[in-house]
């Protein structure tokens, strides 16, 4: 049970802050009468990946585990007793940041339990969905360990699980700030829906060709059959850091295609009010960030190598906020700030 306001911070605080990494500092940002439910659905969403990730259990087990784990989502009063969930991975886990989540997961269904009957519908909807993404992943790839390898086969596929582990957020993100802020009352829901669901499957676009190299060693190419037949690649070339330039047609599709999806992204943070700061650098920052690494990966001449790093680094993100917070309030610059990142992630003529 959530005993006291002690509670409460350790979870959106203390133990957001080990689990979030970069998201911490935009979580931070946002105004504070949406920063509870979005915080308390990505600690949710966060426990539901780590049960998803671990190796320590066979597919079959972390299956069964996410599962039950929608039944605590759907009925969260029934989830004071996580016991099955906490055995399961108590003292197997090498982050301890993700342990201490999991040990705490009866305070954070309790903490879901006491949320209003519009944040819990909104929190259950997208938290389901991302589990559901994650069950996508379990059911279509091969287990970690066979030493297979498969791809998606079409861009359709591609373009519905970018929805389910990161388009869905930009919906309910859309969803929870204008539920709580008043001066997105004139807000088109549809349109402004459809710009948010872009904006996060732009951001897990940036994310599967980053980490490309990790996930074909563990089963998982996201990047389509189909692209990999139109640049006459096989999986087993990408497998292989020397075929670098050889794939860079088919790093610059994904560039490419994310960047479309940074145009929507764009009109989203424009949308919002220019005297609603907090929320606009809350949308801001992962956009700019986003649009760094796309940079970085079209810069590199590594993009295959397992062991090489492509991410922008602290000082960066520290300078593009820096500059961030003399750009929010205008229009203008922050077209052309955007419209400068993009031009580097552009293949030359």
Not at 72 to 78: L, R, T
Not at 175 to 195: F, G, I, P
Not at 258 to 271: D, H, I, T
Request: proline content about 3%; overall charge neutral; glycine content about 6%.
């Amino acid at each position: 049970m959530l005993n006291n306001q002690a509670d409460k911070k350790l979870l959106l605080q203390d133990i957001l802050k080990g689990v979030s990494r970069s998201f911490y500092l935009t979580l931070r940002v946002l105004p504070e009468t949406v920063r509870e439910p979005i915080g308390l659905a990505y600690l949710l969403a966060r426990a539901a990946d780590t049960l998803a990730d671990t190796t320590v259990l066979p597919g079959d087990q972390r299956l069964a585990q996410l599962q039950q784990f929608k039944v605590f989502v759907a009925q969260p009063d029934a989830a004071g007793d996580c016991v099955e969930i906490q055995a399961a991975l108590q003292g197997r886990l090498q982050n301890q940041d993700e342990q201490r989540l999991l040990a705490l997961l009866p305070q954070l269904f309790a903490l879901f339990a006491m949320q209003t009957g519009q944040n819990q519908a909104l929190i259950r909807q997208v938290v389901a969905t991302l589990t559901d993404g994650m069950v996508f992943d379990l059911n279509c790839f091969p287990a970690e360990e066979s030493g297979e390898v498969k791809a998606l086969q079409v861009q359709a596929e591609l373009d519905r699980y970018t929805y389910l582990v990161a388009g869905c957020v930009g919906e309910f993100w859309t969803q929870v700030s204008m539920a709580h802020v008043a001066a997105l009352s004139h807000w088109d829901s549809n349109r402004l829906t459809e710009l948010g669901v872009c904006f996060g499957q732009g951001l897990q676009m940036t994310n599967i060709l980053r980490d490309l190299p990790r996930d074909l060693r563990i089963g998982r190419c996201y990047l389509p059959q189909a692209w990999l037949d139109q640049h006459q690649l096989s999986i087993e070339q990408l497998l292989h850091k020397s075929n670098s330039e050889l794939a860079r047609p088919l790093l610059q599709q994904g560039i490419d295609l994310a960047l479309q999806q940074f145009e929507a992204a764009q009109n989203y943070v424009l949308a919002i009010p220019r005297h609603c700061l907090r929320l606009r650098l809350a949308a801001l920052w992962p956009l700019m960030i986003g649009l760094g690494t796309l940079a970085k990966l079209s810069g590199s001449h590594h993009w295959l190598d397992v062991d090489a790093t492509i991410k922008v680094d602290r000082h960066w993100v520290y300078k593009m906020i820096l500059k961030s917070l003399f750009m929010v309030a205008s229009n203008t610059l922050l077209r052309g700030w955007i419209k400068a990142e993009a031009s580097k992630c552009l293949a030359l003529d």
